[in-house]
Structure formats: structure tokens, C-alpha cells
T-cell receptor, first 114, second 114 residues
Framework: AQSVTQLDSQVPVFEEAPVELRCNYS??????LFWYVQYPNQGLQLLLK??????LVKGINGFEAEFNKSQTSFHLRKPSVHISDTAEYFC????????????FGTGTSLTVIP | NAGVTQTPKFQVLKTGQSMTLQCAQD?????MSWYRQDPGMGLRLIHY???????DQGEVPNGYNVSRSTTEDFPLRLLSAAPSQTSVYFC?????????????FGPGTRLLVL
């Protein structure tokens, strides 16, 4: 089974500063990669996903992520965060040919400080 | 579209009681699933369905039953609640059973088992 690691459980950052949330996965096969965001007391919603092609993926709310196959990573970045970005962020992986089986990381809680 | 809806939002049960968590989607999605979210553990798949009449087990199925009699509804039944089932439960759906698909999540049901 896949293993998805989000090393940082909590990330505090000042407003307008850049942020990077890290995600590493274990699979040696082809994968699809996702970042979801969960605002307080809400369900998860998709930020962005990598299926194929360009390794730099742009998502909603100014977020982007870069797929690095050699390092099995899919780190999420934003050049300037806002208070409204305070939320829980989850990385998820599915395997090509593996149906709809998703493996989620444990989440990173991003707190933006005014 | 209402998307994915879940009821109830909150529930308190006593050990040994049974209950059903409701999930419905109005997007005509083939694939539906149930996850539980626990602190420090991310989301774990309980059961899933690739279409009406078809269900299968996920990573943590023990103590839960599901059925899918219609495309729209996918209820989760707790047979005899235990304190270990205290969690937040999310229902999700996607158009097809493929690892490339975006998952659409409901707002969650917060369950406390005493």
C-alpha cells in the first residue's frame, strides 16, 4: 500500500510571507497526486492535482505544486499567504491503474498570523 | 446542485447503540465512499461503491456496513457503536472509479460514542 508523508503537522506563517507544505509518497509506480484543503468545520475541497504533463501545477487561490518524480515529492507552495488561507491541507495519492483508491497524508495545519 | 450532503451533522451515541449516517449526492456520480478522520491519522477509507448494488471494503471496514440501492444514496451503518468509532465521518463522491478523479466531499458528521 501507498504511504503518504506530510512531515510538518503545523506550519505558522506571517501574512504575506511565502509558504511551502511538504508531501512525499512511497510508490515506485505511476501515480496521480492531489492537494485538498479543509477549512474549519467543512469538508475537503480540491486545490490542485497532477495527472501528467508539466510538473508544475497551478491551482485555486494562488497555490501551486511541483511534482518531482526522482524525490517522490509533491510540495505545495504559495508566494504570499492571506489570513483566509488558514486551514488544514491534505496531500493524497492514487496509483495509475489502481481504481479510485486514494491514500491521504496526515495533514498540515497552516496558520496565517496577522 | 447541493453536491454531497450528510446528515446528521453531530451525533452522540452510547456504547452498543446502532445508527445510520446518511449521505446523498445529486451529481449522478458512479463512485461514492466513506472516510473517517482522526487526529494525526488523516483520512482512512471505510467502504466504497462503484455503482448501485456494488460495494466493497476499504482500509478500516470493521464495525460498519454499507449498501447502495440507488446512485444517489450511500448510507453508513454502525452496528454496535464503540468508543473507538468516535471520529469525524466524511462521505465523498466522484464521477467514475478512476484514480484521476476529483473527490467531492460532504461537510462531515461528528460522532461521539460514550
Amino acid at each position: 500500500a501507498q504511504s503518504v508523508t506530510q512531515l510538518d503537522s503545523q506550519v505558522p506563517v506571517f501574512e504575506e510571507a511565502p509558504v511551502e507544505l511538504r508531501c512525499n509518497y512511497s510508490s515506485s509506480v505511476s501515480v496521480y497526486l492531489f492537494w485538498y484543503v479543509q477549512y474549519p468545520n467543512q469538508g475537503l475541497q480540491l486545490l490542485l492535482k497532477y495527472l501528467s504533463g508539466s510538473t508544475l501545477v497551478k491551482g485555486i487561490n494562488g497555490f501551486e505544486a511541483e511534482f518531482n518524480k526522482s524525490q517522490t515529492s509533491f510540495h505545495l507552495r504559495k508566494p504570499s499567504v492571506h489570513i483566509s488561507d488558514t486551514a488544514e491541507y491534505f496531500c493524497a495519492v492514487s496509483e495509475a491503474g489502481g481504481g479510485n483508491q486514494f491514500y491521504f497524508g496526515t495533514g498540515t495545519s497552516l496558520t496565517v498570523i496577522p | 446542485n447541493a453536491g454531497v450532503t450528510q446528515t446528521p451533522k453531530f451525533q452522540v451515541l452510547k456504547t452498543g447503540q446502532s445508527m445510520t449516517l446518511q449521505c446523498a449526492q445529486d451529481m449522478n456520480h458512479e463512485y461514492m465512499s466513506w472516510y473517517r478522520q482522526d487526529p494525526g491519522m488523516g483520512l482512512r477509507l471505510i467502504h466504497y461503491s462503484v455503482g448501485a448494488g456494488i460495494t466493497d471494503q476499504g482500509e478500516v471496514p470493521n464495525g460498519y456496513n454499507v449498501s447502495r440501492s440507488t446512485t444517489e444514496d450511500f448510507p453508513l451503518r454502525l452496528l454496535s457503536a464503540a468508543p473507538s468509532q468516535t471520529s469525524v465521518y466524511f462521505c465523498a463522491s466522484s464521477p467514475r472509479d478512476r484514480g484521476t478523479e476529483t473527490q467531492y466531499f460532504g461537510p462531515g458528521t461528528r460522532l461521539l460514542v460514550l
